[in-house]
């Protein structure tokens, strides 16, 4: 399947504020947050992009989006450079995005109808207020708030954080994009109500044909809605391909972390050493920002990462592997 989204080594830094404490420190003044990032997406499929909170997920979404530009390498939206795509006001209607909080993303003054017809109103206004209001009634009959009639008038407030899910997901697909992003959508309901809202958007991508990129620290409903995924950690993809082949043959020892972390594993890893919490000041200057938590580690992890196919649906930047791959070609 042809890629219709396609990043080419792609970095981002962002400045580090100092104050009067550390103004004279000699340490770098920028702390790179995408760190050399190729990925693809075809049309119609689920990239899933799993990492530990501050490993760079959001600020990789802001950057597909066209909220935030590249210090370096390029983002493909079918076939064009974003930073061309963004003159043109109609990009910003086929990515959108649904966040992880359902009850401070949606306006509590607006009703529901008001909600999801927002997007009309901003890129649809020739249409008439009866055809605005027939894609609305669309999308909510989609995201199965039905019956309609009774959600159309109600505010926020008095919905469900599963409904509130679905009055973002209706706002999302009332203009039908090419792309969604959503960003952690299910970490904040119920567990009771997870597996819908996931089946859901897995029933939306395939019958309206929609690329989605779900973002969570969750491996455990990763596997539900996916066909890739890239295990993030400080900036880097540390591991991408088929989400089977990756969860059933975890190479990277930050992969295991994180399937340990769905299990509840407390047995000692023989692939990682055991931490408190993530501590970017503790990370490693140079090579692998793993380096000080891997039972793996060797001399080449101090150099710059590579990435090493171990066959065409899984690849991995890892030393240990580099032989491995070699031998497998």
Known sequence: MAAFLLLNNVDKQFPVHRNIFNIF????????VINN????????????????SGSGKTTLA???MGSLTPDRGTIYFEGHDIQDLKKKKDFYSMIQMIHQDPYSSLNPYLRVKDI???????HDKRLTKEEKMEKVIIALRRTKLEPVEEFLDKYPTML??????RVSIARSIVKIPKLIIADEPVSMLDISVRAEILSLLNDLRKSLNISIIYITHDLATSRFIGDKIGIMFAGNIVEYGDIDEVL???????????LDAVTFTSNESKFYKTYSGPNISALPLKGCKFYNRCKLAFDDCTNNLRQFNINDRHTVSCFYYKNIATNLR
Request: charged letters at 25%; proline letters at 6%.
């Open 25 to 32: 420190s000699k340490s770098d003044r920028f702390r790179k």
């Open 37 to 52: 990032i190729s990925l693809e997406l075809g049309l119609g499929e689920v990239l899933v992009i799993a990492g530990e």
């Open 62 to 64: 802001k950057l597909i």
């Open 116 to 122: 999801v017809m927002e997007p009309l109103k901003i």
């Open 160 to 165: 469900s954080g599963g409904q509130r899910q």
């Open 248 to 258: 059933h043959n975890p190479l990277h020892p930050y992969t295991w972390l994180l």
